[in-house]
């Protein structure tokens, strides 16, 4: 078992609260493609991904799928039904890749929340930060175009510090990365072919070089 205390979740908990925690878990391996849970399925464990790739997504009812979140390995997901009066998965989960991952009990973890308020006033500061994060990504989507959207996400790959060219090798498939940006497919690779004609990028397959950073930056607050 990896040191399950380095998960934000946990970083409140004693050694005694861990334990317990731990006790519950349950590690597991999936191949490639494998579900997780389905969206209405009545929820009892929240997850991390010890390595892989988990994609959550809705379907339509015309059956279009909606990517929510691309899960990477060191995050955590479904946690927040630990805290709902109905606990039943609001999305459905799938591995993208041959997938780790750590599972713990949800009513194992609400008991110790509730046996601690300094524990749960805790867990409450560090949820709403992630919060505030998840506030700005739907400004993102919401307010801004499509080539905002692309050019945002090609620069949050970019190290801190790099201001020349930076290579940039996309982990999950462009339907995917389209779908978590809520562009079409083809309006992707409208978007990366007119930064390849302006000279700001190259793009071959699923490895982007940024050629010229600053002019990114630059068009970012002109789609703004």
Known sequence: MSNIGGIYLFKSLDEKQLNRVEDSSHNFELKEKSGIFQQGENADRFYFLLSGQVKLYRL????????????????SFAEAVTF????????????????????????????????????CLN????????????????????LHN????????????????????????LSTPKNIIASRLSIKPETFSRILSRLNQKGLIESSGQDIILHDIEGLRELLHEAH
């Open 60 to 75: 339509s009812e015309d059956g279009d799928e909606k990517i929510i979140e691309i899960i990477n390995p060191g995050q």
């Open 123 to 142: 867990l409450l500061g560090v949820m709403c930060t992630r919060m505030h994060k998840w506030i700005d990504e739907i400004d993102s989507l919401t």
């Open 146 to 169: 499509a080539t905002y959207r692309l050019i945002a996400y090609l620069l949050d790959k970019v190290p801190p510090g790099v201001i020349e060219a930076s290579h940039v090798h």
């Open 84 to 119: 709902m009066n109905m606990r039943h998965y609001p999305v459905n989960a799938e591995t993208l890749k041959s997938s780790e991952l750590i599972s713990f009990d949800m009513s194992i973890f609400l008991d110790i929340m509730k046996e601690s308020n300094d524990t």
